[in-house]
């Protein structure tokens, strides 16, 4: 199986592993950034094969500098949605943070 085979490349900043949702960068994040094994990233992601996480290692060593741009892509996109999310929270998440405060001051008056 050719390397390239491994993969769906739906735009080209969302390139998903074949057969499954999950794209290369939360891999990557993992193997890169927080310095998991391939082992245990292949059991954080039930839908990923080991040889799928091995088959996307050996992706980004061979398009390192091309990879890393997507890497950087993504986390800029990444922070600005959670920005926005913060400015602007969903009314579910506003509800949610309600009920947070509410339960706190209930356990304050019980104390």
């Known amino acids: 199986m050719k390397l390239e085979e491994y993969f769906n490349a739906l735009a080209p900043d969302d390139i998903r ?8 960068e939360s891999i990557l994040y993992e193997y890169i950034y927080r310095s998991k094994t391939p082992e245990e990233i292949a059991e954080q992601f ?8 091995y088959a996307t290692i050996l992706y980004y060593l061979h398009n390192r ?3 890393d741009a997507y ?5 800029k996109f990444s922070r600005t949605i959670r920005e ?5 929270p969903s009314p579910a998440r506003m509800r949610f943070r309600q009920m947070q ?8 008056q019980e104390s």
């Not at 039930?46 to 996480?53: A, D, G, K, P």
């Not at 405060?101 to 304050?108: I, M, R, V």
Request: no cysteine; hydrophobic share 35%.
């Open 17 to 24: 592993l074949k057969g499954t949702r999950i794209g290369i």
């Open 46 to 53: 039930h839908t990923v094969t080991l040889e799928q996480v």
């Open 65 to 67: 500098s091309e990879v």
């Open 71 to 75: 890497l950087v892509n993504w986390l």
């Open 84 to 88: 926005e999310q913060q400015r602007n």
């Open 101 to 108: 405060e509410e339960n706190a001051g209930k356990q304050l």
